[in-house]
Structure formats: structure tokens, C-alpha cells
């Protein structure tokens, strides 16, 4: 139980186009989810938490209007970058919970996004 | 500030050989302890969850300890396998709808 599933697991677009990860909870409600940022050889970052029907809340230091997210159905959420630039080159890892008071995360597969 | 390390960064042993990974923490009020395995490319496998309340958790090989008073983890792994190589991440939440806190991460490689 408890999969989270992500897709695409690898994406590659060019320099000012916009891309969208989808992440899903295969088999329980995703109260709330979770977007986070892996650089190579690096930890995962928070960007983003966000519970269904509300707008997220953005880790400091993260630009909501390049990354907008959206939590519109319990088993669903979405990050889309904007105007994509190589600097946004990175591993995105989506996690999920099935209550609003977190006691345990589930983590997605991850995608690679590549902007070239 | 609350923050999670973890040393070493990078740990080689040869197969067979018992290994203990680290992991400390700077608060001891943490309301519990996760410990994750990340392959390169790929996303986090649970391993262990340590609720606050707990001294250890053990799952097959694996034996994770939580020590609030020091403010240390440890995740034990016995008779370590090749298969077993990957990096570590230990996290902290420090109360329940709180963020997850997330160490450096240990790589691991085991020799056959």
C-alpha cells in the first residue's frame, strides 16, 4: 500500500517552455503533498507544501509564479516550471500523506526534468 | 535551528561486514526519525520509522536506534550485501504536521 507514482520519470524541453509533473496517490487520499528538489549529490530541498483544494505554501526562496502547483483532487497534484531555464535542470520528487497532521510521508519515483 | 547531519558523506566496506550509519540531530524534541534509501536515480524507500516514544526499530537487516538525550540515530546493517549499496538519507520531524528534515545523506558501497 501507500504508492505514489509520478510521471513523466524523465522529461527533456528547451529553454522558455513550460513542463508539468504529475504525481498521484495509486491507493489511499493525499490530504497533502509535497514537491521537493534533489540537486546531484545533493539532499532534498522542500519546495512546496500543499493540502487538497488550497493553494500551496512555498518554502522561502522559491518563486511561486515559476512554479505553480496544483492539489485539485485528493489523489492528485501537479508542478508545472514555467519559462523553463537549464538552471531548473533537477530531480523532482513528489511525497504525499493521508492526513493533515503528517506522521508519515510516501515518496514518488521522481522526474528528471533536462531544459536545454 | 533545527537541522539533521549525517557523517560520513561517502563509506566503502567489503561484502559481508557489519556497518553502522549515522546520524544526529540538533533538537531532541523530535516527534520521530525516518530513515530512507535513495538508488541513483531514483526516488526514497522508507527503511525505518522511529516514533519519539521508541528506542529502536529493527526491519530484516536493518536495525535503526534513536537516542534523543544525544541527539543521535544510528541505522545498523548486518552481513551487508553489494545489493545494499545506495545512499542513506535520515530525516527529522520535530512535531506532527511538521516538515520533514532531511540530512546529507550517506553513500554506501559495498564490495564483492
Known amino acids: 500500500g501507500a504508492v505514489v507514482s509520478q510521471h513523466p520519470s524523465w522529461v527533456i524541453c528547451k529553454s522558455g517552455t513550460s513542463v508539468k509533473i504529475e504525481c498521484r496517490s495509486l491507493?489511499?487520499?493525499?490530504?497533502?503533498m509535497f514537491w521537493y528538489r534533489q540537486f546531484p549529490k545533493q539532499s532534498l530541498m522542500l519546495m512546496a507544501t500543499?493540502?487538497?483544494?488550497?493553494?500551496?505554501?512555498?518554502e522561502q526562496g522559491v518563486e511561486k509564479d515559476k512554479f505553480l502547483i496544483n492539489h485539485a483532487s485528493l489523489t492528485l497534484s501537479t508542478l508545472t516550471v514555467t519559462s523553463a531555464h537549464p538552471e531548473d535542470s533537477s530531480f523532482y520528487i513528489c511525497?504525499?500523506?493521508?492526513?493533515?497532521?503528517?506522521?508519515?510521508?510516501?515518496f514518488g519515483p521522481g522526474t528528471r526534468l533536462t531544459v536545454t | 535551528k533545527q537541522e539533521v547531519t549525517q557523517i560520513p558523506a561517502a563509506l566503502s566496506v567489503p561484502e559481508g561486514e557489519n556497518l553502522v550509519l549515522n546520524c544526529s540531530f540538533t533538537?531532541?524534541?523530535?516527534?520521530?526519525l525516518q530513515w530512507f534509501r535513495q538508488d541513483p536515480g531514483k526516488g526514497l524507500t522508507s527503511l525505518l520509522l522511529?516514533?519519539?516514544?521508541?528506542r529502536e526499530q529493527t526491519s530484516g537487516r536493518l536495525n535503526a536506534s534513536l537516542d534523543k538525550s544525544s541527539g543521535r540515530s544510528t541505522l545498523y546493517i548486518a552481513a551487508s550485501q553489494p545489493g545494499d549499496s545506495a545512499t542513506y538519507l535520515c530525516?527529522?520531524?520535530?512535531?506532527?504536521?511538521?516538515?520533514?528534515?532531511f540530512g546529507q545523506g550517506t553513500e554506501l558501497s559495498v564490495k564483492p
Open positions: 511525497s504525499a500523506s493521508d492526513g493533515l497532521i503528517i506522521r508519515e510521508q510516501y
Open positions: 530525516a527529522g520531524r520535530y512535531n506532527q504536521g511538521g516538515k520533514l528534515i
Open positions: 522511529i516514533q519519539s516514544s521508541q
Open positions: 491507493d489511499f487520499q493525499a490530504t497533502t
Open positions: 500543499s493540502n487538497e483544494g488550497s493553494k500551496a505554501t512555498y
Open positions: 533538537d531532541s524534541a523530535i516527534y520521530n
